[in-house]
């Protein structure tokens, strides 16, 4: 009686569009995909005030790869089943209070900040314990993000300690 339980909780005897991770991938691609429709009904910004790329092409590049990582992750959840947990792992809560912790530093102290203390609580909760790399990637991901933000795209940080001193030299 117990095998058969366990059977029907893997979803191992349903069509592949009644398992979890069909459902689940199936909400992320439809809801991304009519998003990605309505980008373009977006206005075209003239070239004399566009600033870097034209508006709708970000929210664009990003929907799409929002839906090829979700087509990845439903391929992936074929080939190994995801595990039925009885409660959530706790680095989930840790991630969770690591984005409040984002926006409050981000709001009061300063953008680049928050996202170097992100990357290394991050990093942190989810198993790296080597000093030298949380280093890395505190310092690392955030010069991509800038660089990324402020050359590509052509938008600035909002201010704060160390991005008033970047924008006053």
Do not use: H
């Amino acid at each position: 009686m117990s095998n058969v339980q366990k059977q029907k909780r893997a979803n191992k005897s349903l069509p592949f569009f009644f398992k979890d991770e069909f459902k689940v991938s199936f909400i992320i691609i439809l809801v991304s995909t009519i998003l990605l429709i309505s980008t373009f009904t977006f206005d075209i910004v003239p070239p004399i005030l566009n600033r870097g790329i034209q508006p709708a092409t970000f929210p664009k590049g990003l929907l799409l790869l929002i839906i090829v990582l979700t087509l990845i992750v439903f391929y992936l959840s074929i080939k190994k089943p995801w595990k039925i947990e009885k409660k959530l792992p706790k680095t989930f809560f840790l991630t969770l209070l690591s984005f409040i912790l984002f926006v409050i530093v981000s709001k009061t102290l300063d953008f680049f900040l928050a996202i170097s203390l992100l990357s290394i609580f991050v990093s942190y909760c989810w198993g790296e314990r080597r000093l030298f790399y949380l280093i890395l990637v505190s310092i690392i991901f955030p010069i991509i993000v800038f660089i990324f933000f402020e050359t590509i795209l052509g938008l600035r940080f909002p201010p704060g300690i160390i991005t008033n001193i970047y924008y006053q030299v």
